[in-house]
């Protein structure tokens, strides 16, 4: 059974950084493709990045420049690295895995942004 435990929420200023970061286990981590999607309250969960196990990214237009993913699959860890953070990025990240019809996810962690 694969597990996902994300870490790294917080409750930062506008403008502030943090690092999400996802560790898995119970599964062949360098073959999954992992990454990001977030929940803010009232709206539906949306893709903010992704990484392929050939290392291919893609961010959501709303991210792209600020945000950027990352995995070291020796850690079996894929992280979220956000900075420039604005008050609409506040929300619940969750961290997924994907191997062929199989998505795993994790419990979720929160993002708060605001002065």
């Known amino acids: 059974q694969v597990q996902l435990v994300e870490s790294g929420g917080d409750l930062v200023q506008p403008g502030g950084s943090l690092r999400l970061s996802c560790v898995a286990s119970?599964?062949?981590?360098?073959?999954?493709?992992m990454g990001w999607y977030r929940q803010a309250p009232g709206k539906e969960r949306e893709l903010v990045a992704g990484?392929?196990?050939?290392?291919?990214?893609n961010y959501a237009d709303s991210v792209k420049d600020r945000f950027t993913i990352s995995r070291d699959n020796a850690k079996n860890t894929v992280y979220l690295q956000m900075n420039n953070l604005k008050p609409e990025d506040t929300a619940v990240y969750y961290c997924?895995?994907?191997?062929?019809?199989?998505?795993?996810w994790g419990q979720g962690t929160q993002v708060t942004v605001s002065s």
């Open positions: 997924y895995g994907r191997c062929g019809l199989r998505t795993y």
């Open positions: 119970g599964g062949f981590f360098s073959s999954y493709t």
């Open positions: 990484s392929t196990r050939g290392g291919s990214t």
